[in-house]
């Protein structure tokens, strides 16, 4: 529960050491009283998130009172959907959070029955806010990381603080960070592998990450190689604008890129097109590999002006059922 509850895993690392979360309180209501409470202990911009999803599922940013307001009654009017959707079972709750300005990373770990923790390289993640969406989802992702060998130090000694305050062991650990002014903080972790991180440090850096995954649990000492092969990443593309997905360029150019390796296809035309911080997906996630961090630069930048998605809503502003053959 520790490690699945933002709420309980908040607590715990608070406990252990408070100057590795943000502030952040729960929200139980909506009321004129709790908003003030909101506003009083954690201030703005804060973010707002469910307490048991992932892949940034309703999480939302709210600059001031009216915004939060606004958000909190959407995100309570929605949560209980998204959580049947997810398969959680657990009664729904809200993090309100103070927001963190900086740079985001990840990174796995595994931890053996004895507590010993085994690194895996940081991989940076880049958000779609900073690609013009209002919306938290990872956007892309790439490894290795470009950072100094301080501040990948540094980076470490606040992830083993998190898995110790958890007590976890037998397990992969996946921890989101960022990185500010004031040094690194964990935003929050889980115990599993992270999404597409196998298929990142296996092009990468050469090694199995699922494998790695049952060694550990077995026990026996998982294999990380830390000699990069080349740079990896994984862009994730949303829609502009949510509504029926109309139209998808792109996807047989695409393959023509030299850093291409595979793509997942989660929309066909027809289908509805919504904001991570609604619930929704990506329409279309690719995987890149170059030997040069430059070659993987520009073809992240031609799959960006090769991939095109097209939206619209019906007059009354809705998104549309898909129509039945």
């Not at 707002?48 to 599922?57: F, M, R």
């Not at 115990?191 to 649990?217: K, Q, S, W």
């Not at 997906?281 to 690719?286: K, L, N, Q, T």
Request: proline share 3%.
């Amino acid at each position: 529960l520790w490690a699945t509850d933002k709420v309980l895993m908040r607590r715990q690392m608070r406990a252990y050491d408070k100057s590795i979360v943000p502030k952040f309180m729960v929200v139980g209501n909506t009321t004129k009283e709790k908003m003030k409470e909101i506003k009083e202990k954690v201030g703005f911009p804060l973010v707002l998130k469910p307490a048991n999803l992932a892949a940034a599922l309703l999480v939302t940013i709210c600059f001031n009172e009216e915004e939060l307001e606004q958000t909190i009654h959407r995100v309570f009017k929605k949560i209980q959907n998204i959580y049947e959707e997810n398969k959680r079972k657990v009664e729904p709750k809200i993090l309100a959070e103070q927001f963190m300005e900086g740079d985001m990373y990840s990174i796995d770990v595994y931890v053996s029955s004895r507590g010993k923790i085994y690194f895996c390289p940081l991989v940076y993640v880049q958000t779609g806010r900073t690609v013009g969406f209002d919306d938290f989802f990872a956007y892309k992702t790439i490894t290795p990381a470009h950072l100094k060998k301080a501040s990948v130090e540094a980076a470490k000694e606040v992830t083993k603080k998190a898995v110790r305050a958890l007590g976890l062991r037998s397990t992969t650990v996946h921890i989101e960070l960022m990185r500010t002014e004031v040094g690194w903080k964990v935003i929050e972790l889980g115990p599993r592998v992270g999404g597409f991180r196998h298929r990142l440090y296996e092009l990468a850096f050469g090694f199995d990450h699922t494998l790695n995954d049952i060694i550990v649990r077995s026990p026996q000492k998982p294999v990380v190689l830390k000699k990069p092969k080349g740079y990896a990443a994984m862009v994730r593309f949303f829609a502009k604008e949510e509504g029926t997905l109309v139209s998808l360029q792109g996807v047989q150019m695409m393959q023509e890129l030299k850093s291409y390796k595979e793509a997942k296809i989660n929309k066909k035309i027809g289908d509805k097109c919504i904001f991570a911080k609604h619930g929704g997906r990506g329409v279309v996630e690719v995987t890149l590999f170059n030997e040069s961090r430059s070659g993987l630069q520009a073809d992240i930048r031609r799959l960006e002006q090769t991939i095109k998605l097209e939206t619209e809503k019906p007059a009354n502003g809705k998104v549309a059922k898909k129509k039945k053959k």
